[in-house]
């Protein structure tokens, strides 16, 4: 049981695009001294990226991500006369509990894996010296302060939305400068009769707080229902940032718009500026002519509501969405807290009660079920599948506008299969040869074109069948590799 929880660990961790700051592939081994710097430096990254664990694989090529197995044995190896793992943690500060295990993952091909808990208390120390991953490089955590600063930060707990916006505001004030009845509209309850029922419900809600002479307004209270966000020093900078380009690239913006409103109060008129942006199609009806969004609304809708609610504020950067001839692109500052393959089936919060707060006034979907809906809506419009980046501590997901099957590349057709595997093992569906033509609107005499990307889509791992006894292909159902 153990040797396959670890396999699966592997096969998660190649899946993903690159090496990152709580993850490295090696080889071989090659020193004690290198070893205890990656373990300082992945788990100091774990705890910037909020991963609860960093990992160091030996029998992985960097790059490629091929398995290829490793003569490094971790469990026997020594360093002088002392075992390396007693050395390790004798030269490390705190003393972590990391974990190593060694594990055949086939036959032929051996696994030195070390499993790192994320810093906690304080950056974790390699021989008096902190360190950190930057891309595929190991350095000196002192070269980056702003690096070391946000470790110390969430080592101490400190958590963006209960952070003080602004300090010794009076109950008036408070209404002056938020605006408290899009908190009760948006809810459905009625306004209070008065000042002190408004203050009181924000008080429960964490949109403010008191101490004994005093109100003060959390940054919860001001990224939401600011009437202006300029009034905030801590979350101006925060504004949804939509920017329309006249080409396929940023070489001409046409206009740009600057969001001044908490995203509750501004977050109708902010989707309502998007798609008024955005290319439609004219209809002609029997009477009537109609326009048709290219984009579906309400995939709009749920990305914008992730870009806001998913972002790391304490990350530099904001919320932005970019509108080129030929896509949108929305994005947020932070790497996301899971793999992006799995956004459609699990979910983690970094804003707990933001995304509370924003499900409840109805701007987004419950808990994991937002992703569905923006890939069947995409399917709907016969899209090319969304496409999700997580680059430089910044995750984008790319809404392409339509493409005709043959001028779809090899990549674009395994992301679509993959995805509408997804969406239909959540609905409790499989995907088959016809479920996939009808996504594609091929032609039944055409199967055999959705045969070939289902064939592309399981050469790349990314999809398996159900029943691999079942000889016949026809009748033959697909489910996402993780299910």
């Known amino acids: 049981m153990e040797t396959e929880k670890y396999t699966k660990l592997i096969n998660d961790l190649v899946r993903m695009p690159a090496e990152c700051e709580w993850m490295e592939f090696k080889q071989n081994f090659h020193s004690p001294e290198e070893i205890g710097e990656r373990i300082s430096a992945l788990s100091n990254g774990a705890c910037l990226h909020n991963q609860p664990y960093g990992y160091l694989v030996f029998g992985v090529k960097d790059g490629t991500h091929e398995i290829t197995g ?19 943690i004798n030269r490390l500060s705190p003393r972590i509990d990391f974990v190593a295990h060694e594990f055949d993952y086939d036959h032929e ?14 950056p974790v120390d390699f021989l008096n010296t902190s360190y950190i991953r930057v891309g595929s490089v190991t350095r000196k955590l002192s070269e980056f302060p702003e690096k070391e600063a946000k470790i110390w930060r969430t080592a101490s707990g400190t958590v963006f939305e209960k952070e003080i916006a602004k300090t010794n505001v009076s109950a008036a004030d408070i209404i002056q400068l938020l605006s408290t009845q899009t908190y009760f509209d948006l809810l459905k309850i009625p306004y209070p009769s008065n000042q002190q029922g408004v ?12 101490d004994k002479v005093n109100y003060h307004i959390t940054n919860l209270g001001a990224i939401l229902f600011a009437k202006n966000l300029t009034d905030f020093d801590s979350v101006y900078r925060k504004s949804v940032r939509v920017i329309v380009y006249k080409g396929k690239n940023k070489i001409e913006t046409i206009r740009e718009q600057i969001g001044t409103k908490g995203y509750a109060v501004g977050f109708e008129g902010l989707v309502d500026w998007i798609n008024s942006q955005l290319p439609a199609n004219e209809e002609i009806g029997k009477a009537l002519r109609k326009e048709t969004r290219m984009y579906p609304e309400i995939a709009i809708r749920e990305l914008v509501a992730n870009a806001i609610i998913h972002q790391d504020f304490s990350e530099k950067g904001f919320p932005m969405v970019e509108i080129y001839s030929d896509r949108i692109e929305i994005s947020n500052p932070g790497n996301p807290l899971i793999n992006p393959e799995r956004f459609i089936d699990e979910y983690i919060s970094r804003n707990d009660k933001l995304a509370d707060l924003m499900r409840r006034m109805g701007y987004c979907e419950e808990k ?46 395994v992301r679509a299969c993959y995805q509408h595997a997804c969406l239909k093992y959540v609905s409790n569906e499989k995907m088959t040869n016809q479920s996939l033509r009808e996504r594609f609107q091929i032609e039944v005499h055409n199967y055999s074109i959705a045969s070939r990307i289902i064939r592309e889509a399981m050469d790349e791992g990314v999809i398996k069948e159900i029943d691999p006894d079942n000889k016949s292909r026809k009748y033959a159902g697909y489910i996402p590799f993780w299910a």
């Open 199 to 210: 203050i009181e419900k924000f008080i429960s809600e964490g949109l403010i707080v008191k």
């Open 368 to 413: 994991g079920s937002g992703l569905d809906k923006v890939i069947f809506y995409v399917e709907l419009f016969q899209l090319p599948a969304i496409n999700v980046i997580n680059g430089d501590n910044r995750t984008s997901v790319t809404m392409y506008s339509y493409m005709p099957l043959n001028d779809m590349d090899k990549k674009d057709r």
């Open 70 to 88: 490793t003569t490094f044995k971790v469990k026997t190896h020594t360093r002088g006369n002392e075992n390396l793992e007693n050395w390790l």
């Open 109 to 122: 091909r051996h696994i030195s894996l070390f499993v790192i808990p994320a810093a906690t208390n304080r």
